[in-house]
């Protein structure tokens, strides 16, 4: 397949379904108004995947900086797996800052802590990574515009070969 060919059948993706023994129906033209809005429709998720795949971030570290100046990772080693991250809890953040015990172990705060040591005895310092490469923002993105075209393609085609009696050329 030359580029040629690729590109032109690409393009015709973007083509509303033509019949000239059918424009003088009202169906029929019904149906390229629902086939133009279904393949704004499709741009739009397409471009909503990418968006969404582009901005998505996950925590890379956290480091939990009490008032003291003390330092502690403020990720969870027990629900944190692969590149899925946890964050420790507030009560947790709150025990490591203010009811420190010996050999770095700590009691938590309980719900009835006051906020002002429940929230102002620490800050939280985070560092994020992106979730995906560029190849496969495009590529799901790409997935998400041509896949979603030949399914409105190939409904135009059913619909028009079914209700139009015949083929379609």
Same mark, same amino acid.
């Given at each position: 397949m030359t580029e040629d060919e690729f590109f032109g059948l690409v393009s015709k993706l973007f083509i509303l379904e033509q019949n000239p023994k059918l424009?003088?129906?009202? =169906?029929?033209?019904?149906?390229? $108004?629902?086939?133009?809005? /279904?393949?704004v429709v499709v741009v739009l998720a397409a471009? @909503? $995947?990418? =968006? $969404?795949?582009?901005? &998505?971030?996950?925590? /890379? %570290?956290? %480091?939990? @900086?009490c008032n003291d100046g003390t330092t502690w990772n403020a990720i969870d080693q027990s629900e944190s797996y692969r590149t899925y991250k946890s964050e420790l809890d507030m009560y947790e953040k709150c025990g490591l800052c203010n009811y420190r015990l010996p050999n770095d172990r700590y009691n938590e705060c309980e719900i009835g802590t006051p906020s002002n040591i429940l929230f102002d005895s620490y800050e939280v310092?985070?560092?994020? &990574?992106?979730?995906?490469?560029?190849?496969? $923002?495009?590529? =799901? &993105?790409s997935l998400a515009l041509f896949g979603g075209l030949a399914l409105v393609k190939i409904s135009a085609k059913t619909i028009v070969y079914v209700i139009g009696g015949g083929r379609n050329d």
């Open positions: 424009e003088k129906k009202a =169906w029929f033209r019904f149906l390229k $108004v629902l086939q133009g809005l /279904a393949i471009l @909503i $995947v990418a =968006w $969404v795949l582009f901005d &998505s971030k996950s925590t /890379a %570290t956290a %480091t939990l @900086i310092e985070k560092t994020y &990574s992106r979730d995906h490469s560029i190849v496969a $923002v495009v590529g =799901w &993105s």
